[in-house]
């Protein structure tokens, strides 16, 4: 039930952002500027829109707002953003701003994420080596 709950609400999120990235690049860029209206406006729409249909799709709804958050902060960083500011020569306009994480970046967070999940399960099983039962052979011996 909990699996269908979350690939639900994936394939919510991957929808919304499926029809944004159908606009154009730049209208995608200008929407992550404003990650905060647009990630509340969705998480509390969906939320309403699925109230209706009982508590596992209320759930849906949730999750979905929570994915699509997530999603939303890893884009800005990723891709990169556009806000309606005043730029360098004082005129309004949209001003770029480049994404924060590279791939460099990326594989370097990953790699110490991959260490320190590898040296977890390592400790773990040593652990459960060191404890291994200790077995009593009990021969009875009746006759």
Known sequence: MLMVTIVGAACTALGFFGIAAKFSPSFVK?????EWMIDLAISIG???????????AMLVGIITGVIFSGVLFCMKNIVGYSKFQRNAEGKLG????????T????GAGMAKVGKGVVGAAKEMIDGIK???PQLKLVVNNAA
């Open 130 to 132: 060191d404890k291994e």
């Open 94 to 101: 949209w001003v770029e701003y480049p994404a924060t994480w």
């Open 46 to 56: 969906v939320i309403f829109l699925f109230a209706g249909a009982g508590i596992t």
């Open 30 to 34: 200008k929407c992550l500027g404003y």
């Open 103 to 106: 791939f460099r970046t990326l």
